[in-house]
């Protein structure tokens, strides 16, 4: 099974007057869990500084994909 390391961000939306998430960016084509939560590990790292840690307001995981 192939897993997917999705990248969301939460914001405020005027229009609705509401906080909402959105997917930033997702990354596909891992072959089991271990190697997308590595990926997940170097994509915190590269935003802030730290491996794993993602801003407030923002999270990445790791989804198996259908199939």
């Not at 089991?32 to 730290?50: N, P, Q």
Request: hydrophobic share 40%.
């Amino acid at each position: 099974m192939e897993w997917v390391l999705v990248f969301v961000v939460t914001s405020f939306n005027v229009q609705s007057n509401e906080v909402e998430p959105r997917i930033d960016a997702w990354y596909d084509g891992f072959s089991d869990m271990y190697e997308c939560f590595d990926a997940r590990e170097s994509l915190g790292k590269a935003i802030t500084g730290v491996p794993g840690y993602f801003p407030k307001g923002t999270q990445a995981v790791c989804i198996q994909k259908r199939g």
